[in-house]
């Protein structure tokens, strides 16, 4: 599984020219989950994400989590991210989860992450979205387990 983590001070997705969903100050994580993915493995990403430090403290260094800064979380699946590009021109998917087991567990990871922090909106699994953002920092890192 991975997770693109961007710091932002607002995000929001559409669908169909809809806004789905929109937060403030917070984090807009992007999830690509792979086809060896486990329940176990996006829990321990979930939390992984919760602890994540990359708000500034009273110093501006980055020391508190989202929890720490009272900050939002949006979550939107992203499965281009399960791409092998390692060759060639044009990305190959095999390493991707299949949908329904991918659904299955991004839900999860949306799951466990409100049931620690309230501050948590989704985009809309499998559709074509439009995800708006502004970047803080730009602050943006890419977890892997």
């Not at 994400?49 to 949006?74: A, C, P, T, V």
């Not at 499965?79 to 299949?98: E, I, Q, Y």
């Not at 409100?114 to 979205?129: C, E, S």
């Not at 953002?133 to 387990?145: I, M, R, S």
């Given at each position: ?6 710091r ?9 020219d809809?806004?789905i ?28 994400l ?11 260094r ?10 939002e979380?949006l ?10 590009t390692?060759k ?58």
């Amino acid at each position: 599984m991975k997770a693109l983590i961007q710091r932002v001070k607002q995000a929001r997705v559409e669908v169909n020219d809809q806004c789905i969903s929109a937060i403030n100050t917070g984090m807009l994580v992007f999830i690509g989950i792979d086809a060896h993915d486990t329940d176990a493995s996006v829990i321990a990403l979930a939390d992984r994400l919760l602890k994540y430090r990359l708000f500034s403290d009273d110093q501006g260094r980055m020391n508190l989590n989202i929890q720490q800064s009272n900050g939002e979380i949006l979550l939107v699946s992203q499965f281009t991210l399960s791409a092998d590009t390692k060759k060639g021109l044009r990305p190959g998917f095999s390493s991707a989860a299949a949908p329904g087991e991918a659904e299955r567990l991004f839900n999860l990871v949306a799951f466990h992450l409100q049931q620690r922090h309230k501050l948590i909106k989704t985009g809309q699994f499998g559709a074509d979205m439009q995800v708006f953002l502004q970047n803080d920092g730009p602050v943006t890192f890419l977890l892997e387990n």
